[in-house]
């Protein structure tokens, strides 16, 4: 049961052009959302996040989008550049009391093009 | 400014051996939380911790799989008897377990192969 899908394993985009990385969720219980990078063989480095009380938070050339209604959240990266190649993460948190373990997106292959 | 620590950070393991994975958490952290990633797919969760406490175990397999978070030291996974299935990456993350926006910070994790 994939409660946060990635439906795009990968995207190529053109150095200095705008990245847009795509996210679904199918439980209305989340409260909390956050992106995380991932390099090969290391851990997932967070980026940035969003309560579900707003509906944008920026920082940099990175900015989050949550859409309750749609049950979607995006990371636009602009601009983007050839270190930002990575694999990115979507992550979620419940809402329960105590619950506070974070439920993952398959990722998405980010390349960017020189 | 350490950030998380995990030990080791490769681990071969032959069938039915013990496989114990070491995470130190960031400086002021006391949540503990280990996640399994398998090839080609996303971070599972596995089970969440405070100091000498389970809270939520509901994504650790219920044989052969314990986590502990001793009063002094790291976090330790244990798998016990280990199979194939085991061989994955082993993350663990920390955070200070605030109310609302708590952000878990992620190790370099610890590669698991079972032979």
């Known amino acids: 049961d994939q409660q946060v899908k990635q439906n795009s394993p990968s995207l190529s985009v053109q150095e200095g052009r705008i990245s847009i990385l795509n996210c679904d969720y199918t439980?209305?219980?989340?409260?909390?959302f956050l992106w995380y990078k991932k390099y090969p063989a290391e851990g997932p480095t967070f980026l940035i996040s969003?309560?579900?009380?707003?509906d944008k938070n920026e920082d940099g050339r990175f900015t989050v989008f949550l859409n309750k209604s749609a049950k979607h959240l995006s990371l636009h990266i602009v601009p983007s550049q050839p270190g930002d190649s990575a694999v990115y993460f979507c992550a979620a948190r419940g809402a329960q009391t105590g619950a506070n373990n974070l439920f993952f997106g398959t990722g998405t292959r980010l390349t960017v093009i020189p | 400014n350490a950030g998380v620590m995990q030990n080791p950070r490769h681990l071969v393991r032959r069938r039915g051996q013990e496989a114990r994975l070491r995470c130190s958490p960031m400086?002021?952290?006391?949540?503990v939380y280990w996640y399994r990633q398998l090839p080609e797919e996303g971070l599972k969760f596995m089970v969440y911790l405070q100091k000498e406490n389970i809270i939520d175990e509901s994504g650790m397999p219920k044989e052969r799989f314990s986590a502990e978070f001793p009063k002094e030291g790291p976090s330790i996974l244990r798998i016990q008897q280990v199979v194939r299935g085991d061989s994955a990456a082993y993350f663990c993350?920390?955070?200070?377990?605030?109310?609302?926006?708590?952000?878990?910070?992620f190790g370099p994790g610890t590669r698991l192969t079972v032979l």
């Open positions: 969003i309560s579900s009380i707003k």
């Open positions: 993350a920390s955070s200070q377990g605030l109310a609302g926006t708590d952000t878990q910070y």
């Open positions: 400086k002021g952290h006391s949540h």
């Open positions: 439980n209305s219980m989340f409260d909390y």
